[in-house]
């Protein structure tokens, strides 16, 4: 099997193999190569050891040479080279408490977490696969190399890894690797809230964000995300739901894989965020009524509240969090389908976030029952050419575009402070009623006449 690698790539290997030295390209890359991906990055295993490699290259960094790894900087681009290695004991669930450096490139195949990322490649020799990667790549499945439980027991991050690389290639997890996942879970809870955030992120960002659900069969969920199980266990009788408030979730982050090109990277992610979390609070406010019909009254601002703690346990950014949790509640919010109403609702929105709340809306709505279905997606339509013509005819919509401003209002004699909020906050709900009214003359006179 013939491998294209990148040019400095091959400069790299062809320098240490001068030297002397055994060297390959190792890992995703050559697993994303195999199958016709564009590789994220390069890595180079080789026997040389971390100060022969800084001793052939002239533009190196130590970023992990305690572990073996040195990089090599080629023009503007860095390349990992790391030294064969056997991992010590992992105490921690995690890390190694120590690596020794070996001459033997299985030893350190052997220390990977899946077969198809246990492949390496130079030109010389071609494909290094000795636990069969390219065989689990034609079967489509994710096996743990050697035993899943000595896998999963040094890096408990890799049980949510194999969840996530199932989801990033419709993949299968091999039986013996999920019968591990599951023996093993429990050990998720030694690590870091800011890894559990990246795979997090990284499976609901997939091709197939439903495989969320493996968290849940696996029992992953009750270490790092209980609040899916309680979901799980949350029925939803009534005419507007077919599944309990999980199942929802899921068929609604199913739904979202029609926009899968049609948003930018953190448009994915705050979207499918939101879906996650957005019915959650079912879970808190569930009241059934005198014919057996639940109701989840307040949901919408519950499962805010809950998204919030969450986001935040998980160490995400505020910019993040505040756009989830502003999806969330409205996403089952109550408008007229008018522009005036419209208008009222991209105020409260923001432009930023209302093509994103029409995502949002239409995936749970496709994720509901029938009943209506087609109605509530027509009123959907409605809205959105309502507020294309409504951004086409540049209404204002926010405070800075309304045609007075504070300090209009402290020229005319108004001292500064809440008062001028709060008569500015009036202007713009005339202007959202009327945008023919955002005239600084009619305005100024509306403000007289309401002190």
Request: charge should be negative; hydrophobic fraction near 35%; include cysteine.
């Amino acid at each position: 099997m013939h491998l294209n690698l990148p040019d400095k790539v091959s400069h790299i290997i062809s320098l240490l193999q001068a030297e002397g030295y055994e060297a390959y390209a190792v890992g995703g890359c050559i697993r994303d190569s195999i199958l016709k991906r564009e590789p994220k990055d390069w890595d180079i295993t080789t026997n040389a050891s971390p100060v022969k490699i800084k001793s052939i290259f002239r533009r190196t960094v130590d970023t992990g040479i305690k572990h073996g790894t040195v990089t090599v900087l080629m023009g503007n681009e860095s390349f990992e080279v790391t030294t064969y290695r056997i991992d010590g004991v992992y105490e921690d669930n995690r890390h190694p408490s120590e690596v020794t450096f070996t001459g033997d490139l299985k030893e350190d195949l052997k220390r990977r977490d899946f077969t198809i990322n246990a492949m390496a490649y130079n030109d010389s020799e071609g494909l290094i696969d000795i636990f069969d990667g390219v065989g689990d790549l034609q079967k489509g499945v994710i096996r743990a190399v050697g035993n899943p439980i000595e896998r999963f027991s040094e890096d408990a991050l890799r049980m949510m890894r194999a969840i996530r690389f199932a989801a990033e290639l419709d993949y299968e997890i091999e039986e013996n690797t999920l019968r591990a996942i599951r023996e093993k879970a429990e050990n998720l809870k030694n690590i870091s809230a800011e890894r559990i955030q990246a795979e997090l992120v990284r499976l609901l960002c997939s091709n197939d964000p439903q495989k969320i659900l493996f968290l849940y069969e696996t029992g992953i969920s009750k270490e790092i995300l209980p609040e899916l199980d309680s979901m799980m266990e949350t029925e939803q009788n009534n005419p507007h739901h077919m599944y309990n408030v999980l199942m929802h979730t899921i068929e609604a982050l199913n739904y979202s894989r029609n926009w899968n090109d049609k948003l930018d990277t953190d448009e994915k992610k705050i979207v499918r965020l939101a879906l996650l979390f957005h019915d959650m609070g079912k879970t808190e406010c569930k009241t059934t009524d005198n014919e057996g019909i639940d109701h989840f009254k307040g949901h919408a601002s519950i499962s805010a509240e809950m998204a919030e703690e969450i986001l935040r346990r998980l160490k995400f950014d505020n910019y993040t969090i505040n756009n989830v949790i502003k999806l969330i509640e409205y996403h089952d919010h109550r408008y007229t389908v008018t522009k005036p109403g419209i208008r009222k609702l991209v105020s409260e929105l923001g432009t930023k976030l209302m093509p994103l709340w029409f995502v949002v809306r239409r995936c749970d709505t496709n994720a509901q029952s029938v009943f209506i279905r087609d109605e509530k997606l027509s009123s959907i339509d409605r809205c959105e050419q309502l507020y294309n013509e409504i951004i086409e005819e540049r209404d204002c919509l926010s405070l800075k575009d309304l045609a007075v401003k504070g300090s209009d209002l402290i020229e005319a004699g108004i001292k500064p402070g809440k008062e001028i909020g709060e008569l500015l906050k009036k202007m713009l709900d005339i202007v959202l009623e009327d945008p023919g009214k955002n005239n600084k003359e009619y305005l100024m006179e509306q403000i007289r006449q309401v002190r």
